[in-house]
Each structure stands twice: as structure tokens, then as C-alpha cells.
């Protein structure tokens, strides 16, 4: 493999369908990003039956055969020190300096609690976070976090909005993001008080991060803010309610459709409307779930995606990496102290 190419590991074993989703997903991806080459750890004999149906990708891919592997049904205490596994080895490939990415669709739990000690988090953010892309109506927005902390104290937050208001950035291509914290109303007196303490944070950077206060869960979809910052556990609420919904409306649609004669005489003029629709609220095209806030990429794909969804991931994966978000994090929370802000905020209140 040439020291030019971008290479990227891969727990093979991770997912409802692996290694064949993985390896499918790999063979899509590898097509747009042609320099991108992959190191596969799990079962090498099963990985290698996959393989066998794509015979270019052994030119791009390498199988590190692994022992064991983390089951979605383990704790993460339980794999965190167990350094056979597929998971462990593919985060520890980041580490070493062998790959420039991780990707698994396995267990989050162990995949947060294995990426966090090995590759550790960037000086001066206490926790990292789980951030994707979510669309609206206009586009997308960046929504963390999404499920790594479900307790989350104000210079959490605030350091969710630096991470989000570089990702952002990077991956929408917004050269102002407007940041919101997701409350339960957009009145200053509304919400928690770590909250409350967040905006006041967020605030008083020298960092001059567009922030627009509050903003309610309807309004994510109405594309009010570019980044939607939460504690892990509200955010994963809001974003797997709002996964719902969209399948909902799938099926509404395609219920009525079917019970409607003059609906469906009226079916080939709805078509573009149907495919557009369909297509704006792919979940696949938003797979891959980023760990933000680690000294290395790690990147959580859906469990029980497809191969189209798999290579989503790995292109989000790639295009970070080219960016050189995870320096940039470095560089944008070197000069920020954001624990003698809280200090100071916390005087003011008492």
C-alpha cells in the first residue's frame, strides 16, 4: 500500500450482517474514493469468503484476522480490557499510527468505552461526544450530543458547541454555524440550570461562536440552527423520535397510496415528489456517527444498516479526515479555559 493513500480500519465484525454488510459497503465506498485503502479485523476465513465475490478488493484491503469480537449484548466492561477482539485492534490500528480512522457498527457502548482509553481525549475537553449530520428542510444541521454522556454539566455543553461549530464548518461548509442548546423553551428561564450556565459559556468565549440561545425539538426540523447542541440523553431521544417520525410518514404514505384508487392512477405524477421525499430522509445517507473529542477518528456506523449505508459512513469518515478535523479541534480548544470560565460564572451565580 502506498504512504499516500488514506487508510482506514475496519471492525469487521461489528453489525447485524457482518462481515458481509462491511464488506459490500467497502467495495461502494472504495468506488468514489479510489486511494482509500482498509484493514479488516475479525474472522479473516469469513471475511475472506465475502471478499472472494469483489476479487479487486484484495489490491485495497487487508484482513488482520482477530479471535474474538464485541457482541452487542456485552458491557463495555466487560471487552474494555480485552485487547483479541476486532474492535479493540481496529481502534488500536488509530493509535499506532496504521490507519487514520476506525469504523465499526457494533456495540456503542464499547465502542465509546474502548476508543476513549486508547486514543484519549483531546487536552482540555472533559468528555467526548456523538455527533452526526441530520437534515432539515433546508439541509442539515450538526446535532451532539447523541448518546456518549447522558448527564451533561454546562462546559460540556459549551464544549459541544465548539466541536459542532468546527464541524459544521467542515462538513456543511458554513462559515458562521448558528448554535442553539436544545431546551424545552426558548425563554431564558426555560430549562435545567446547567443550561442556563452553557449559554452563559458559550457567551463569553473569546471564540465570538454565533450563538442564537435556545431552540425547541420542533425546530430542529425547521433548520433554525446549524448545530443543535443537548446532553447525550436528550439528544438521543430528539434523534431517534425524529427517525421515527420519518418512517411514519413512510408508511402513512405508502398505506393511502395503496387505498386509494385515484391515488394510485395519480401515482406516476407523484413520483418525483415520492423519490425526492424518499431521499431527503434517507437515514443512510446520515450513517456514521462520529466520536468527537478523541486524540483519532472513530466513527459509529448504524448497526443494522446496509451496504449503502456502511459506505456513507466511510465516506463521512474520509472527508474528516482529508479536512484534518481532529487538529483543528486541538487548535481551536488550545487557547480556550473553559474551566476558569465556568469559575467565573458560577461566582457570578452564587
Known amino acids: 500500500m502506498s504512504e499516500n493513500n488514506l487508510v482506514i480500519s475496519v471492525d469487521a465484525m461489528g453489525g447485524d ?5 462491511v464488506v459490500e459497503g467497502i467495495n461502494l465506498a472504495h468506488k468514489d474514493n479510489p486511494d482509500i485503502r482498509f484493514i479488516l479485523f475479525g474472522d479473516e476465513q469469513k471475511i475472506a469468503a465475502d471478499i472472494k465475490r469483489f476479487p479487486q478488493m484484495k489490491d485495497y484491503c487487508r484482513i488482520v484476522h482477530t479471535s474474538e469480537y464485541v457482541r452487542n449484548e456485552d458491557k463495555p466492561s466487560q ?8 474492535m479493540f485492534m481496529a481502534i488500536d490500528a488509530v493509535r499506532k499510527g496504521e490507519a487514520a480512522a476506525v469504523i465499526s457498527a457494533g456495540n456503542t457502548g464499547a465502542l465509546m468505552a474502548i476508543s476513549k482509553m486508547i486514543l484519549k481525549t483531546i487536552q482540555r475537553i472533559h468528555r467526548p461526544a456523538i ?26 455543553l459549551a464544549e459541544f458547541s465548539i466541536i459542532g461549530n468546527i464541524l459544521a464548518k467542515h462538513t456543511l461548509g458554513i462559515e458562521r ?21 452553557a449559554a452563559k459559556m458559550i457567551k463569553s468565549t473569546h471564540l465570538d461562536l454565533n450563538f442564537i440561545g435556545y431552540i425547541e425539538p420542533h425546530q430542529i426540523g425547521e433548520g433554525y440552527a446549524d448545530v443543535v447542541v443537548s446532553d447525550g440523553f436528550t439528544g438521543n431521544i430528539a434523534l431517534k423520535t425524529m427517525e421515527g417520525t420519518a418512517k411514519l410518514i413512510s408508511g402513512v404514505l405508502k398505506g393511502a397510496i395503496k387505498k386509494s384508487v385515484l391515488a394510485k392512477v395519480g401515482l406516476p405524477f407523484m413520483l418525483p415528489v415520492i423519490w ?22 472513530s466513527v459509529k456506523s448504524h448497526g443494522g444498516t446496509d451496504a449503502i449505508g456502511f459506505s456513507y459512513a466511510i465516506d463521512n469518515a474520509s472527508k474528516l479526515v482529508r479536512q484534518n478535523f481532529v487538529q483543528t479541534i486541538r487548535d481551536e480548544v488550545e487557547h480556550v479555559d473553559l474551566d476558569e470560565l465556568s469559575q467565573d460564572i458560577l461566582y457570578d451565580v452564587y
Do not use: W
Not at 442548546?181 to 450556565?197: D, V
Open 17 to 21: 450482517n457482518s462481515p458481509r454488510i
Open 131 to 156: 455527533c452526526t449530520n441530520i437534515p432539515h428542510k433546508d439541509g442539515m444541521c450538526v446535532m451532539l450530543d447523541l448518546g456518549a454522556n447522558t448527564e451533561c454539566g454546562a462546559i460540556n
Open 79 to 86: 471487552v474494555i480490557r480485552n485487547k483479541n477482539t476486532s
Open 177 to 197: 454555524p448558528r448554535i442553539a442548546l436544545l431546551n424545552i423553551g426558548a425563554e431564558e428561564m426555560k430549562g435545567r440550570e446547567e443550561i442556563h450556565q
Open 276 to 297: 425526492c421525499l424518499k431521499k431527503q430522509l434517507d437515514p443512510r445517507k446520515y450513517n456514521g456517527a462520529m466520536f468527537v473529542g478523541l486524540n483519532g477518528l
